[in-house]
């Protein structure tokens, strides 16, 4: 079974989501079904059908969660050096090839990333590429579009 690696703010998420699919959610989708059994005949009844289909997307979504939290292994990021980007540290790069943009990523393991938060999987190109180095080095990255140069500028843990 392989390991997870969660920082202990990506964890806690999980195990709130969890529990709200468990408890809340799950009344809400059950009271739904109920509503739409009332409507009558279920074999022709979209309600019902909708209902019960969100049902079982939300006991897989528990399946996962459960899965993922009974694997994972919390990073403790008190005991990591802060000069290397390793999973839990933001890493302030510049875009060499794009006129010196500078972007800010955390990495973080597949289960919490969010693109749109910043945070990046240290499984995706540019998550492996920042992994392991330090403050100063320049880094080549291929991706679909490309490659990217960028020159690691600042390391630093939450």
Known sequence: ?????????????????????????R???SEEIGKARAL??????????AAKDA??????????LEDKLSRAQIIDESRMTADMALIGATVTVRDITA????????????????FSKGMISVSSPVGKALLGKKKGETVDIIVPAGTLRYVIINIERR
Request: hydrophobic content about 25%; glycine content about 8%; aromatic content about 8%.
């Open 40 to 49: 009558g005949d279920i074999s022709e009844n979209a309600e019902y059908d």
């Open 99 to 114: 006129g010196g943009e500078e972007e800010s990523y955390t990495l973080v393991s597949e289960a919490e990333s969010d």
């Open 27 to 29: 009344r809400q989708l």
């Open 1 to 25: 079974m392989e390991k997870i690696y969660l920082t202990q703010q990506g964890h806690d998420k999980l195990k709130h989501e969890l529990e709200y699919l468990k408890t809340k959610k």
């Open 55 to 64: 049902q079982g997307l939300n006991e897989k979504r528990i399946f996962e």
